[in-house]
């Protein structure tokens, strides 16, 4: 089995069956020994199948961790009906906080209480770490050594991003947390509650992180393919 039309068909059918998505270096897994697919091969039918899938109620989309098929939002509340469960529900405090960190990261608590003028409470941290949207990257290097904090490529999928340039742009018209939260609801079946607007500090360029240039605007690299 060497020819594009049959390497296009198996990627197809690996990403319709994948519960995760998939990177170009797995799909390149797939054909093993039998047949010498190249990521630029991959790539290319990756584009094909995007193109040909648009218009559909399943679009491919490139994601941070790689690709996926996903319902598309207009057709997303009708097949919710399908398995009608109680979405999950996250407080303003939860949002507010995800917010900060996703347009300010990398951030401490003390930076995320001096934006919202309240204490963070160690329950919406854990929240938030434990669905996989946030973790600790590294510590700051002053007095104390507080934790930084930083979106992770679960927060990128779930959101249907790829980098956070794709992040809603900052607009005082709308609250940023409403941006958030609009996006939340929009891929994660959740719901949230309203909240005021919060000025957030612009993005850094870049900021050192034990020893690390961290730039939260880059795009995350994807991960190497086997030798």
């Not at 010498?36 to 994601?63: I, N």
């Amino acid at each position: 089995m060497t020819n594009t039309a049959d390497v296009k068909r198996i990627i197809e059918a690996a990403l319709l069956c994948a519960q995760q998505p998939m990177a170009v270096a797995d799909l390149r897994r797939l054909f093993a020994d039998e047949v010498d697919v190249g990521p630029d091969t991959v790539r290319a039918l990756l584009e094909t199948l995007r193109l040909e899938w648009q218009g559909r109620g399943v679009e491919l989309v490139p994601l941070a961790s790689g690709w996926r098929f996903q319902t598309t939002p207009d057709i997303a509340r009708f097949i919710e009906r399908l398995n009608p469960e109680r979405p999950p529900r996250y407080s303003r405090a939860v949002l507010e906080t995800l917010a900060i960190i996703a347009y300010r990261q990398p951030a401490t608590r003390g930076d995320i209480e001096e934006i919202r003028g309240v204490t963070v409470s160690a329950q919406i941290i854990k929240t938030l770490e434990d669905r996989g949207w946030i973790e600790v990257i590294g510590h700051k290097d002053v007095v104390g050594r507080p934790a930084l904090f930083a979106t992770t490529r679960q927060f990128l999928d779930d959101l249907g991003l790829r980098t956070l340039r794709e992040l809603p742009a900052l607009d005082a018209s709308l609250p940023v947390v409403e941006a958030i939260g609009q996006r939340v609801i929009e891929f994660t079946d959740a719901t949230v509650s309203p909240s005021p607007a919060i000025e957030l500090p612009s993005l850094p360029d870049a900021v050192t992180v034990s020893g690390a240039s961290f730039n939260p605007l880059s795009p995350i690299p994807e991960p190497p393919a086997d030798p």
